[in-house]
């Protein structure tokens, strides 16, 4: 399994080991190799999919503070303007988001917008999980005096 | 329109690499924030940027942390009591002996209160000028959690020799310095550090060149 998961790269250098120390050492690397393909293929989070939604929703001209508007106004709760970005970058390094530099402008002390636009992935992952999540509620019973 | 804390901004244009949260903060403090909600967006971006940094490249976050101590410790065991003794010295005209067995301790202890802090300054300054600012950030609260530490376990212990070479690192966690290193020491780590470094901003493409990025 986890041979087939690292590609056939691992597969040949597991085949060229001769001691038991270099293969020790090329099992414990291909463990956290598969831990960490793991990790990359992660389902998108709750705040990362809020974020990814309101840049869907914003649509042109989402930078941040449209972004967090739209959170705060739909969850109704204030959101802290660093876990936006970090959010924003998280998605970026998925490909599920791109980022452009806007002008510079007196009111930010002449720092550039930044602009994000949610790319196909982006927006197939969003319906993705909505369909997963649809799925995973009409799985639950109904709820009964707030309890399930 | 008043403007924004300057502290805090000063804090987040050092700290934080993407111009876009700087900005954003300074937009929505334009639209009528308040002061705390200013803070406390300030401090969350710092807490999360350097969370999220260390994590990512955790052997540079060590490095800067063994970086600090090691200038620490080697500049207070070649020259902490050297430089101590000799201004109390100066000022006074006693010795270190004499002082302590007259119980005359106070310039003394001012001293190597002085000591301690420009040595914290002086490797906030060094961790600062080879590492980021969240590498910075990093060995600065890994003074705290080392002043922490010692004023339990010195505090605990009751009167306890201190080792020689760790006087002048954990003295000012000590109850005769009032215990003033556990905030203090910390923040002339981050402060010295950050003073020094000067902003080259550049529109064009959003990025501060002058600070040095873990990507390049």
């Given at each position: ?62 930078y941040?503070i ?35 530099l806007g002008d510079p402008t007196p009111e930010r002390g002449g720092r550039a917008k ?35 | 329109m008043t403007s924004p804390?300057?502290?805090?901004t000063?804090?987040?244009t ?5 111009e876009g949260?700087v900005g954003d903060l300074l937009e929505h403090w334009q639209r ?169 901003f550049?529109p064009?493409?959003g ?10």
């Amino acid at each position: 399994m986890i041979a087939s998961a690292l590609g056939p790269d691992s597969r040949r250098s597991s085949s060229l080991v001769a001691t038991p120390g270099a293969s020790l050492s090329i099992a414990v690397r291909s463990i956290f190799a598969y831990i960490e393909q793991m990790r990359k293929r992660d389902y998108l989070g709750q705040f990362e999919l809020m974020v990814l939604l309101a840049v869907i929703q914003v649509g042109e001209g989402a930078y941040g503070i449209p972004i967090a508007d739209f959170i705060e106004k739909t969850t109704e709760r204030e959101v802290a303007v660093g876990s936006i970005y970090a959010a924003l970058e998280r998605l970026e390094d998925k490909a599920l988001v791109t980022s452009t530099l806007g002008d510079p402008t007196p009111e930010r002390g002449g720092r550039a917008k930044k602009y994000f636009r949610a790319t196909a992935k982006g927006v197939r992952e969003a319906r993705e999980a909505q369909r997963t999540l649809t799925r995973l509620w009409r799985a639950l019973p109904e709820f009964e005096g707030g309890k399930a | 329109m008043t403007s924004p804390p300057r502290i805090a901004t000063w804090l987040i244009t050092r700290t934080v690499i993407d111009e876009g949260i700087v900005g954003d903060l300074l937009e929505h403090w334009q639209r009528g924030r308040s002061r705390m909600w200013y803070w406390r967006q300030v401090l969350s971006a710092i807490i999360i940027q350097t969370h999220r940094e260390v994590h990512a490249h955790k052997a540079i976050t060590v490095r800067a942390i063994l970086t600090g101590w090691m200038v620490l410790l080697v500049l207070f065991r070649l020259c902490g009591d050297l430089v101590a003794n000799g201004l109390a010295h100066q000022a006074t005209g006693w010795t270190r002996e004499i002082g302590y067995s007259q119980w005359i301790w106070p310039p003394f202890w001012l001293t190597a209160w002085l000591v301690s802090y420009t040595g914290f300054a002086i490797s906030g300054r060094i961790v600062a000028r080879t590492h980021s600012a969240s590498a910075l950030l990093a060995y600065a609260a890994s003074t705290f959690v080392v002043l922490a530490a010692s004023v339990v376990f010195f505090g605990t212990r009751g009167p306890t020799p201190v080792p020689h070479t760790l006087f002048y690192v954990v003295s000012v966690a000590l109850p005769y310095q009032w215990r003033t290193g556990l905030i203090v020491a910390p923040a002339v780590v981050v402060v010295a550090g950050l003073i020094p470094q000067r902003r080259r901003f550049h529109p064009s493409c959003g990025h501060d060149r002058s600070r040095r990025n873990w990507r390049t």
